[in-house]
């Protein structure tokens, strides 16, 4: 329960704490006061949530600067393989990716910083995620890497044939072929 590192700087696991009775079970999924107590201080904006099917990718993806985004992310509904990339020119984990299963029943969340792209691949029937941003959407600075970067080589968690794949992100370049210069 509480804050977990996972070896990223900034990129946190959030395991609330969840209060069950004979009627079911409670829990806050969000209070900025449990994060100001652990010394993390993101004002969210704006609250996203999407529904996806079985082996629906959407990702990986970003904002650049000035709307750059931190995400809190979690899952309604199902489990979905969440994926990360560290973007931060200056991060020692520069280039590296890390993955996470989150799910209803396990109720983490990951803490995703300013300067990573983000994506999931659905491993249920149906997945419902939810996430909230410290910056609002701008589709000027949106940016993405291609799914399947071999230089990333993340494992999804499904058959790549099989991925649902928006023609946008079909058309996203490697991360060695981003040439824009990050700000984050
Ligand atoms: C992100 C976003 C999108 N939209 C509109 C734009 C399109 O008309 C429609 C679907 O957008 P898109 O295909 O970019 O949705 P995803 O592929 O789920 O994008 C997300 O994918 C990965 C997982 C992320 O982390 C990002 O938050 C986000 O880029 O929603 C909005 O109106 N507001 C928004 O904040």
Request: charged share 25%.
């Amino acid at each position: 329960m509480g804050f977990q590192q996972t070896g990223i700087p900034g990129l946190l696991i959030y395991e609330p704490k969840v209060l069950g009775d004979h009627r079911g079970y409670f829990f806050e999924s969000y209070n900025a006061n449990t994060f100001l107590e652990a010394g993390i201080d993101y004002k969210f904006v704006q609250d996203n949530q999407a529904r996806s099917s079985y082996g629906v990718l959407r990702g990986l993806h970003y904002q650049l600067e000035p709307h750059a985004q931190t995400k809190l992310i979690r899952v309604l509904e199902g489990r979905i393989l969440d994926a990360v990339v560290d973007m931060r020119k200056d991060s020692p984990t520069y280039g590296q990716s890390y993955t996470i299963e989150l799910s209803a029943d396990n109720k983490l969340q990951l803490l995703v910083p300013k300067g990573f792209a983000h994506g999931y691949a659905v491993l249920s029937e149906t997945a419902e995620v939810m996430y909230k941003c410290d910056d609002f959407y701008n589709k000027s600075c949106e940016g993405g890497i291609i799914y399947n970067d071999p230089a990333l080589g993340i494992d999804w968690g499904i058959d790549l044939k099989d991925a649902i794949i928006s023609e946008k992100d079909l058309q996203l370049p490697k991360l060695a072929d981003i040439t824009h210069n990050f700000v984050f």
